[in-house]
């Protein structure tokens, strides 16, 4: 098993004995693409790790299962999940209308929005320094929904599409992209030791993340619930501090119960 592949962290023994072996068999299998940091990453032994990971790990522990995580590309997320391969999917997962009317989301954890990362060399001051030049977003992503509904309006050139975050860094570093557009939390915490990359504008978009998981899934309430315990005891707002270095604001869904969301 590649590190690439199925990546399992065992939260409580599920032993399973098999022709005289031994192998743990995990109550839910839960995407994520990852290289989303800080959400889901590998650190430097490989381990899996970020905030979404320690959040997920936590609900399974209140659940008492075991929990299995499985790298999926972004845009595999949705069909993995409608199909049941997978119980539920993380990576940063904005709650959208449309995806409401396919998917259900447990209750958001974290308030976003977009941004635009360049290099500093470039002398791009924001969005307006966009035109004709390529833009780089994560397919299926609300920045790749931004990007092509704003494409007009910006002049923007081509928008070339990735699949996930290092790959598209890569080529913005080697100039095959001029701007990157993604999510704002993500993208300031990659840059943060980076000086020859600089995040120049904020894209207001008022997203929220949460778990997705297949329509209907009654999973989906059992995780909303623990998500409000979590929240009441603080334990997500402690999340935002470790890996932000910041205090969540009370009015966000980090720290503020809420409703599970609901398709018009």
Do not use: C
Request: hydrophobic fraction near 40%.
């Amino acid at each position: 098993m590649t590190r690439t592949n199925i990546l399992k962290t065992t939260l409580l023994a599920g032993v399973l004995a098999v022709f005289g072996t031994t192998t743990f068999a995990a109550d839910l299998t839960v995407g994520a693409n990852i290289g989303n940091v800080p959400w889901e990453f590998e650190d430097a032994s490989g381990k899996v790790t970020g905030f979404e990971v320690d959040l997920v790990n936590e609900i399974a522990k209140r659940l008492g299962k075991t929990v299995e995580f499985v790298n999926t590309p972004f845009n595999g997320l949705f069909p993995a999940v409608q199909s049941g391969r997978i119980n539920m999917a993380i990576s940063s997962i904005t709650i959208t209308e449309k995806r409401l009317a396919s998917v259900t989301f447990a209750q958001p954890y974290y308030d976003s929005d977009q941004s635009l990362t360049v290099t500093a060399a470039s002398g791009i001051t924001g969005l307006k320094d966009m035109g004709e030049k390529v833009v780089g977003v994560d397919t299926g992503s609300t920045g790749d929904m931004w990007a092509d509904a704003h494409k007009t309006e910006y002049k923007l050139g081509e928008i070339r599409r990735f699949e996930g975050l290092q790959p598209a860094m890569l080529d913005l570093v080697a100039g095959r992209v001029d701007g990157y557009i993604s999510d704002i939390p993500a993208l300031l915490y990659y840059v943060k030791d980076k000086p020859e990359l600089k995040v120049v504008e904020r894209i207001p978009t008022g997203e929220k993340y949460s778990i997705m998981f297949n329509k209907g899934d009654p999973l989906a309430t059992e995780v909303n619930d623990v998500i409000t315990k979590l929240k009441g005891e603080g334990f997500i707002a402690k999340l935002h501090e470790t890996w932000f270095g910041a205090k969540a604001e009370d009015t966000t869904s980090t720290v503020a119960v809420m409703d599970m969301p609901k398709a018009k």
